[in-house]
């Protein structure tokens, strides 16, 4: 698990987590729940890590909705702050540009 990664789980286990606007158009085209991605956080897989990013450390990860289905779920933290972590996107992988995991870009 990456630093990132520790950062954002604990800031939403302290419930310090804000979806972002955009996002909010992204789960609706995905028809993905605010809700499952908020509980199934806790078993989150780093796919990757991006802790020096221009806008704030962030990471994606690929975490499961209540049916089980895979949503990759980009988690940021704001540049120069320490809270919240933010929601920045969810969507559904497209399976032939992910490995058959959906960890690993194909090229």
């Not at 085209?29 to 806790?42: F, N, Q």
């Not at 990013?53 to 320490?82: E, M, T």
Request: aromatic share 6%; hydrophobic share 35%; net charge negative.
């Amino acid at each position: 698990m990456s630093e990132t990664l520790r950062q954002i789980l604990d800031l939403i286990g302290r419930g310090e987590a804000r979806v972002s606007a955009h996002d909010y158009d992204e789960l609706t085209e995905g028809h993905i729940l605010v809700r499952d991605v908020m509980k199934g956080v806790s078993e989150a897989v780093l796919v990757e890590d991006y802790p020096d990013y221009h806008k704030g450390p962030c990471v994606l990860v690929l975490q499961r909705d209540q049916g089980g289905d895979p949503i990759h779920v980009v988690w940021g933290i704001p540049q120069g702050a320490s809270s919240p972590a933010v929601l920045v996107t969810a969507y559904r992988p497209e399976p032939e540009r992910w490995s058959n995991d959906l960890t690993r870009r194909e090229p």
